[in-house]
């Protein structure tokens, strides 16, 4: 099964590219990977979640905000790329969280993300990660994603 046949079997249906909210692009595009800038939590069906994790958020809807970093990151891609079917592998994914003082689950939180990689590319989206705890982020977000995709010529 393709990446964009298992979007389509997961029901997920992928958001227009996020603009960006800074002096930045989406993707940078090297070779055969792509450096897809940080994504937020952000959603044209919901307002943003909002604050600090293990203070405002529990783990449960940090996952959540996670997920849809994840997706947004998948929206990113495909609009760079026309289709998800010519990513070969997600290489790393770096995970921010705004993390309350004595929170200590961030690795938890972005499993949010990396298990969404993993629906939609099977193997392929297995990856190297970085989980860190952060004070505060853009927007208040709870969570920001950065990832490097490996894709087919």
């Given at each position: 099964?393709?990446?964009?046949?298992?979007?389509?079997?997961?029901?997920?249906?992928?958001?227009?590219?996020?603009?960006?909210?800074?002096?930045?692009?989406?993707?940078?595009?090297?070779?055969?990977?792509?450096?897809?800038?940080?994504?937020?939590?952000?959603?044209?069906?919901?307002?943003?979640?909002?604050?600090?994790?293990?203070?405002?958020?529990?783990?449960?809807?940090?996952?959540?905000?996670?997920?849809?970093?994840a997706?947004?990151?998948?929206?990113?891609?495909?609009?760079?790329l026309?289709?998800?079917?010519?990513?070969k592998?997600?290489?790393?994914?770096?995970?921010?969280?705004?993390?309350?003082?004595?929170?200590?689950?961030?690795?938890?939180?972005?499993?949010?993300?990396?298990?969404?990689?993993?629906?939609?590319?099977?193997?392929?989206?297995?990856?190297?990660?970085?989980?860190?705890?952060?004070?505060?982020?853009?927007?208040?977000?709870?969570?920001?994603?950065?990832?490097?995709?490996?894709?087919?010529?």
């Amino acid at each position: 099964m393709t990446p964009e046949e298992r979007l389509q079997s997961l029901g997920l249906h992928l958001p227009d590219a996020p603009a960006p909210v800074g002096a930045y692009v989406p993707a940078v595009h090297v070779g055969a990977l792509v450096f897809v800038s940080g994504q937020l939590p952000t959603s044209p069906h919901a307002p943003m979640p909002t604050g600090i994790v293990g203070r405002d958020l529990g783990v449960p809807e940090a996952q959540e905000a996670a997920r849809q970093c994840a997706i947004n990151l998948l929206a990113v891609v495909r609009r760079g790329l026309g289709t998800l079917d010519r990513v070969k592998r997600v290489v790393k994914i770096e995970g921010f969280v705004a993390s309350a003082p004595g929170f200590t689950d961030q690795a938890g939180v972005v499993n949010g993300a990396s298990e969404l990689m993993t629906a939609v590319f099977g193997e392929a989206g297995r990856h190297a990660r970085a989980a860190v705890g952060v004070s505060v982020l853009p927007k208040n977000a709870p969570v920001e994603i950065a990832a490097i995709f490996e894709v087919h010529d």
